[in-house]
Nanobody
């Protein structure tokens, strides 16, 4: 089992920045690829970014490329999502997820473990 706890969400104005953190416990963190997903009201959960277990491979959804950066610190069992130039359409609950694989997946079923989510609200 892997337990994931997100933090860092909040309310920010358009153009602002937030950094989300996801702390993992329970298993060897470096054995898991990690992902960030988001779900807006009335919409399906969608992938935002993913990172391999070494951090050498990253993936971004087209909607966030150039604005968001995923990173991880295996010594701290933590994955981060730096979000810059935020837009109102980025408003959603953001979830981190873990996958027992060396490379990140891009779909919800690809991940085995999920956090409870953290709310990000971007005002216009």
């Amino acid at each position: 089992q892997v337990q994931l706890v997100e933090s860092g969400g909040g309310l920010v104005q358009a153009g602002g920045s937030l950094r989300l953190s996801c702390a993992a416990s329970g298993r060897t963190f470096s054995n898991y690829a990690m992902g960030w997903f988001r779900q807006a009201p009335g919409k399906e959960r969608e992938v935002v970014a993913g990172i391999s277990w070494t951090g050498g491979i990253t993936y971004y959804a087209d909607s966030v490329k150039g604005r968001f950066t995923i990173s991880r610190d295996n010594a701290k069992n933590t994955v981060y999502l730096q979000m810059n130039s935020l837009k109102p359409e980025d408003t959603a609950v953001y979830y981190c997820a873990a996958r027992r694989s060396s490379v990140p997946g891009v779909t919800v079923p690809a991940y085995e473990y999920w956090g409870q989510g953290t709310q990000v609200t971007v005002s216009s």
